[in-house]
């Protein structure tokens, strides 16, 4: 450990070895300790993140990294935004659309190559052969639990909730507290453990279904005059990806512009009528609420059943 890592805080990772139980749960006392570095200048961020490349690693095992945006504020995000938008380092997040809504709004950076825990988690049970409601979205402290992917209580988790409750700037303070510290750490440090999982688990469809998805969920909220033509490429269907002996449907995003004071009308009393349309239809159907974009609804998922969705969206705002 070097010398500055001494008074650094710590935080036990778990990196998955050829030796572990598909099965086995993470047990914290024997997974690493490591630093905790809290980043306000880019000189402190390893090179390998500023300057990616297609023999970039960025998984750091030996270190986690928060970077502090209120101390660091623009200047460090710019240096972050290569690494952020690189088509050569994967991105682990578990729900990525809020977290790629901030970055492109707040900083002009356009969150690529995503891979989704919770996506993944959701596209795994479908391979599996497990059924799932439409609103039935896993949260990271369920995927955590979860002993074919972790194992681990984040009960520290539900604190930091009730606080920010009561006081929405509760990240908005300085210096951070270690509550601040290890909660910001807890969010990321099993999130190499479960990616290693996933990726044991997902055949070659399943995978190209969660880097599509991430893709276009990273694209969800970000709306703009230039209509997503200033993002990187969606990435295209393998050759070797069949679907019952042919290529997979193209996967899209649509957004729809709901008049006003049609929403209640496309929502229906206690949701029955969005769930209606997302029962059935196999298309993801997502409101922006009360965090906004409170006027449209986002549809991702094959063309023509993207289609069948919005068609039936469009029914409802009809008047009677």
Known sequence: MAEDDIHSPLARVPVPSPDDDPGGEVVDQEASLVPIHIITNASELPVEFLEPSPQSQLA???????????????????????ALESSYVTKVIHDCKRDSEALYFQFGIKLNNVMDTQIAYSIIEEQEGRARSPDDYISFVGLLADPRYCGVSYLEKEEVRVLLRQDPKFWTYRPLSDLM???AADDVRFLLYVYHKMIEKLNTLSLWHVTIRGALYCRCFCISDRDFADWPALPPIPDDVLLDGEAPEEEILSVLDVPRGKMGRVIGKKGASILSIKESCNAEILIGGSKGPPDKVFLIGPV???????AMIRGRMLDI
Do not use: S, T, W
Not at 304 to 310: D, E, G, L, S, T
């Open 60 to 82: 750091f095992p030996n270190a986690i990294y928060l970077v502090d945006v209120i101390e660091g504020g623009k200047v460090l995000m710019e240096a972050c935004k290569p």
């Open 181 to 183: 510290i290890h909660a």
């Open 304 to 310: 023509k059943q993207v289609r069948k969705a919005a």
